[in-house]
Every structure is written in structure tokens, then in C-alpha cells.
């Protein structure tokens, strides 16, 4: 696998690489970048987490070295392996049995999180650290999912090129996972509604789109839908600006 395979898999067409319920790029820099892809799914978090267990049923054989998804496997304890066997025959005729890490676990919270660590496909051969942070959480009708790739580092690719190619590629990996589980589902009526209810009223003379994007410029960009909010409270993510307090002193 190499960055031609993955400009490729960028450019397949729609049908068959039909987008997750929301992606984006949510930062870059020429240290990294930051992209988010989010779904929901008809499955219950311990069925996703079970899946999540079997990359060889989701993840995309057109991101693999040995070209055969059967390869992969992952050991989900922190420490673990997400590797892949490289099946082949040596020059002598014999038959070798190779293997390529593709990431190991950082942390493991059954039905909850999954982060691993490693640099997909061609980033491997790169000074880079990449961050991939599963989270799952109950809702109503299955589990909402949202995938978080951070890549930072030196590489020789550009930010601005590899980008747009890393985020398409994590992208068809949660459209795998997905997939797997049933399909993604569509936002639901009641989903809907409750984004609109919460929206604040126009006042008299004034147009709702105005105030709607006069909403938007208060709040930062995450690229994020409004159903996968709580995803953002992730409790292993520390806040940079948050100070320790002093130690009451005695009395």
C-alpha cells in the first residue's frame, strides 16, 4: 500500500464510498492534523464492541499490505496488536509468513473506548505519532460512533495534500464499520426536532437565519453533528486550560 493506492481509494465514486453521517477535517498545521467522522448504527455498544474486535470484517482490504482483510487481527488489551500477517514466498521457493504492525492499544474501555496508536499506510514510514480515538455511545435506536484521527510529526508530505487523503480513508474504515453492524442510520424525526427546539426564537423583525449564524460565529467549528455532542466529553482528554486549584489551607 503506498499514497497512490490511497489517492485512489480517495477518488472512488460516491456509491462506493458514500460519506459517514458527518466528516471533516477540524485542524491542520504544518505540525499535523485533526479529522472527526461520526455515525450512528442500529447495533448496541457491546455489539460494536465486538466488532471492533474483528478488523478482518471491516476494515478495508484496500488498505491493507497483504491485499487480504482475512490478515488482520487485534488484540483489544492495552499493549495489543492491530497487525496484519503477510502471507508470501521466500526466494528460495519456501513459504515465509511475514506481519506489519498497523497499531497498538493505548486504551481499551469495553462498550465505551478504543485509542490506538500508529501511522496508517504510508505515514509509517514517516517521524509521525497518529492518534486514533474510537468512542461509542448508547442512544435511543443503537449507538452514535465517532472516529478521531490526530497525526502530528515530521513527514514529507505537505499537510494540506495528505490531509484530505488520511480523513477519506479513516472515513471508508467507520463506513466499514458500519456497515458491518447493519448500515448507518439517518438522523431520526425526534433528533430533528430536538435540534431545532434547541434554537433560540428570532426576535420580532428579526430573520432566523441571522440569528442562526450569529449562533454559529459564538461556537467553534467541530465539524461535529448535534446528536454526537456528548461525544465530545471524552474524560481521558485533558483540558489545556484547566489549572489546579490551591490546597485549602488548615485551619
Not at 500500500?1 to 471533516?24: D, E, G, H
Request: aromatic fraction near 6%; glycine fraction near 10%; charged fraction near 25%.
Amino acid at each position: 500500500m503506498n499514497l497512490k493506492t490511497l489517492l485512489l481509494a480517495a477518488t472512488l465514486p460516491a456509491a462506493l464510498c458514500a460519506a459517514p453521517a458527518n466528516a471533516k477535517i477540524i485542524d491542520q498545521s504544518e505540525a499535523g492534523f485533526t479529522v472527526a467522522h461520526t455515525a450512528q448504527v442500529a447495533a448496541t455498544p457491546e455489539d460494536v464492541w465486538k466488532m471492533l474486535k474483528m478488523p478482518q470484517k471491516w476494515w478495508s482490504k484496500e488498505h491493507s499490505w497483504s491485499g487480504d482483510a482475512a490478515n488482520f487481527w487485534l488484540d483489544s488489551q492495552a499493549g495489543g496488536c492491530f497487525c496484519e500477517k503477510l502471507p508470501g514466498t521466500g526466494p528460495d521457493g519456501t513459504t515465509g509468513q511475514g506481519s506489519v504492525q498497523h497499531a497498538r492499544i493505548l486504551f481499551a474501555k469495553p462498550k465505551e473506548l478504543l485509542r490506538l496508536s500508529g501511522a496508517f499506510g504510508p505515514l509509517q514510514g514517516e517521524a509521525l505519532t497518529g492518534t486514533l480515538t474510537i468512542q461509542i455511545k448508547e442512544t435511543p435506536t443503537g449507538a452514535a460512533l465517532r472516529f478521531d484521527y490526530v497525526v502530528g510529526g515530521y513527514m514529507r508530505f505537505k499537510p494540506a495534500e495528505i490531509a484530505p487523503v488520511v480523513d477519506k480513508v479513516i472515513g471508508e474504515q467507520l463506513i466499514g464499520l458500519a456497515r458491518a453492524l447493519g448500515g448507518s442510520l439517518p438522523p431520526t424525526r425526534d433528533e430533528k426536532a430536538a435540534t431545532e427546539e434547541a434554537g433560540e426564537k428570532p426576535a420580532k423583525g428579526e430573520k432566523a437565519t441571522d440569528k442562526a449564524e450569529a449562533k454559529d460565529a459564538e461556537k467553534p467549528d467541530t465539524g461535529l453533528d448535534d446528536a454526537m455532542a456528548d461525544l465530545l466529553a471524552d474524560p481521558a482528554k485533558p483540558d489545556p486550560k484547566a489549572k489546579d486549584e490551591p490546597e485549602p489551607e488548615p485551619d
